[in-house]
Structures are given as structure tokens and as C-alpha cells.
């Protein structure tokens, strides 16, 4: 890291959970992410998940297609876990190098997730395949039973499927994805090397009042949904600990504005122009801005034992507005800190 009171410059950060989704917005979304970014790891999630090794590479050349000229983003490529999911396909994606991790969406719990795992003890020998094979496992951490209340959803999970899981296949390498509690935080810490987690920038910012206070606010509504400001405080401690176990997911999830600001609005945030800069003013904030590169560029890498990246990007002190709406090719969205000035300026 070379910084000034007014400058910060740091290896190239990787985004390691987004959503590009498909069809004509992918190229209207895919520039906003690659601007930032070196790589990111893609989610699944689309219409008809990504659950063949033939599909992925299909999506990964469509991803590409997508890109700017002459853009160097990497699209790291993820399968979406069914009830069905074949070991052998898994093992052959990971070894192929087509995906680097599968998603376990528990079916109904979100966006996407309407083919997902209706319960793990189905796709028990794909976990163990992967645990053997040192394949990683990202995890959508929510019960979604319809007694338990929305907010106690990630707290759930961790004690009925995740703390089992573990202590079945205590090897098993895996990611908890866009932590919301001080619980899953907890878990994480305690937990072995093996797991880490992801925070994105809206869990670090906003609590569930902003969803909630003044009327219903569907840009700020997302899956596992924003909680208590106890849970924020706590994300924020452990994204900025320099904890090599947290680090850098967006989840940054387009989507119509039309659909948001709906009867049944679509859980997901928008944070991918402005993602840097909303992360970094909450290390600013906590004064850490020494942590901000362990957190952005080198705790991922580390954990996918892949490369750091090579070349840097730099962030400066001034202040930026963002847009009330961005038009992701004919798509109309509104991102993450909608006419909100943020204090730090992405350079490139
Ligand atoms: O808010 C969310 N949106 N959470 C998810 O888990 C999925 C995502 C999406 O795909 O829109
Ligand atoms: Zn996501």
C-alpha cells in the first residue's frame, strides 16, 4: 500500500461474490465490475442455473463477449448445487479449471434459488466429493423454513445446517457469503482455516432501519436481509480486523428499478460503480485504512490459492455523487448510495 493523506494505492482489489446475470443488462453491468476489478467470482444464479460444466463455460464466454475492449477481467466461474448435483461433473469442472467453487442456494431462500438444495443431506457426496478434491464451497447461509423469522434466518442456519456440516466434514473448504450477524461473524472466527466469509459494502453501511424508517425503501432490501445495527457494528469490526478470513463480495445484484419499487420487490443491491469507494469509507471511518488492501486484494487470493494481482489502482480524496439511476444498457437501475456523496474518488 502507498498512501498520502489524499491518495490510496493498493494492489488491485477481486470481487469475490457478483452477479452479471444475462442477456442484454450482462453488458450493461459487466463494464461497472471489470472497472474496479481484476477478477470476480460469478454466481450462478441465472433464469436456468449454471449447473453443467458445458453451461459454465457457455456463460464464461458470454461474460467475455460482454466486456469493454481490450478489458482484462478474469470471470471466475462457480456451479449452482441442486438436489441432483453429479460428483463427477463437480470433480471434472474443478479439475478442467471451468469453476472454481459451487453454490449451495437453499432452494427458496432468494433471488435464483428456486432449483437450489431443498436439504443438504442431498447433496451429501458432492459435498464430500468436494471436500476431498479441496473444492471450496460457497454458501447462501439461510433457512428458509417459514416459522423462523426472516431476521433470525443466518442465525438459524449456522445451528442447524452449517455448525452440523462442519463437524461432519470438518475439511470441507468454504466460504459463509455476505455475512449479516454478529453471529455468523463469531462462527467464522472460531472456526478453522478453512472458512472465511464475505461482507459487502451495504452490510458495513446500513442497518434494517434504512429499509424501514420513513416509509419502505426497496434499494436498500437485499438477501440475507441488512439487521440490527449491533450486526453492522460487529461486520464492520471484523471486515477492517485485519482478520485474514473476511474479505472483499460485493454480492452485487442488478435489477430493474420497475421491479424493486414493486408490490413484491426483488431482494438485491446495485453497488458495483461505486463498490471501492463505499468500502473504503468505511475503513476510513474505523481507521483502517492500513487494512483496506489485506481486506480488498490479498485475503481472497490467499484463501483460492490463486495469485495476488500485479498491477494497482488508486483511490482519492474527493468527494463523488452518485447518480440516482444508471442505465445498464436499456436497463434502468438504482445503485447502492443513490444521490449520497461518498468522500473517495475510484481513479483507476
Ligand atoms: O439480495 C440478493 N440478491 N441476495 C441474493 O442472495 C441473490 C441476489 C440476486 O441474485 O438478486
Ligand atoms: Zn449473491
Redesign the pocket.
Known sequence: MNSSANRLTIRRPDDWHV?LRDGAILAGVVPHTARQFARAIV?P?LAAPITSVASAQAYRQRILAALPEGSPFTPLMTCYLTDHSDPDELQRGFEEGVWLAAKLYPAHA???SAHGVTDVANIHSALERMERIGMPLLV?GEVTQADVDVFDREAVFIERVLAPLLRAMPGLRMVFEHITTAEAADFVMAAGENVAATITPQHLHINRNAMLVGGIRPHAY??PVAKREKHRLALRKAATSGNPKFFLGT?T?P?ARHLKEAACG????FNAPFALESYLQVFEEEDALDRFEAFSSENGPAFYGLPLNAETVTLERSAIEVPGEIDANGTVIVPFHAGETLRWRFVG
Not at 426483488?266 to 443491491?269: Q, V
Open positions: 452477479h454466481m444464479n432468494t433471488t435464483g447462501h437485499c438477501l454480492d445484484a435489477h426483488c431482494a438485491g443491491i
